[in-house]
T-cell receptor, first 113, second 115 residues
Framework: RKEVEQDPGPFNVPEGATVAFNCTYS??????FFWYRQDCRKEPKLLMS???SGNEDGRFTAQLNRASQYISLLIRDSKLSDSATYLC??????????????FGSGTQLTVLP | NAGVTQTPKFQVLKTGQSMTLQCAQD?????MSWYRQDPGMGLRLIHY???????DQGEVPNGYNVSRSTTEDFPLRLLSAAPSQTSVYFC??????????????FGPGTRLTVL
């Protein structure tokens, strides 16, 4: 079983649609959670952190359910520029001061005109 | 600030050749890491460093060496390239964590093909 699993995708949605991505993680001791965005043939960039109480950044809403070990990302009013691959990322802090991010394999989103 | 820079952008090697992928950051970050990205597998951690002189293995370290002689630089060495090392390699850096909520800054990547 992968440590971080995401919806396989791809998602093709019309402009203006609402789309949701899900992610589950296997390590209950995971400390912090993120969504990264990766454009085609580019490097990943942080989209938003995911807080226990849920958080919103404009059209993007992230939620965390620690009991179910589940993370979600909701995008409202999709724009063409939202087309990208969305990576679910979990920080599984190992012993000592080492930090390791574990990445899901990503979900590809294409917003269609 | 240039952020995280990587060279080269593209590289083709023959099996058995060795080379070094360069990574530098100008943000005075303590933490640096190397990932490889393969289709359908997400990014996997190769090696990481929590400061100058300190390195450790990640998930897939075999066939790679790293060193961290300065805060700014974190080169990745391929000792004897194999076709299985064909991948996109990303270097990343971040500051020390505060409450675990740190941001990783990635370089633009090196696309490596091993024939």
């Amino acid at each position: 079983r992968k440590e971080v699993e995401q919806d396989p995708g791809p998602f093709n949605v019309p402009e203006g649609a609402t789309v949701a991505f899900n992610c589950t993680y296997s390590n209950s001791a995971s400390q912090s959670f993120f969504w990264y965005r990766q454009d085609c043939r580019k490097e990943p960039k942080l989209l938003m952190s995911v807080y226990s109480s849920g958080n919103e950044d404009g059209r993007f809403t992230a939620q965390l359910n620690r009991a179910s070990q589940y993370i979600s990302l909701l995008i409202r009013d999709s724009k063409l520029s939202d087309s990208a691959t969305y990576l679910c990322v979990v920080n599984m802090i190992s012993s000592g001061s080492a930090r390791q991010l574990t990445f899901g394999s990503g979900t590809q989103l294409t917003v269609l005109p | 600030n240039a952020g995280v820079t990587q060279t080269p952008k593209f590289q083709v090697l023959k099996t058995g050749q060795s080379m070094t992928l360069q990574c530098a950051q100008d943000m005075n970050h303590e933490y640096m890491s190397w990932y490889r990205q393969d289709p359908g597998m997400g990014l996997r951690l190769i090696h990481y460093s929590v400061g100058a002189g300190i390195t450790d293995q990640g998930e897939v370290p075999n066939g790679y060496n790293v060193s961290r002689s300065t805060t700014e630089d974190f080169p990745l060495r391929l000792l004897s390239a194999a076709p299985s090392q064909t991948s996109v390699y990303f270097c990343a850096s971040s500051g020390l964590p505060t409450g675990g909520r740190d941001t990783q800054y990635f370089g633009p990547g090196t696309r490596l093909t091993v024939l």
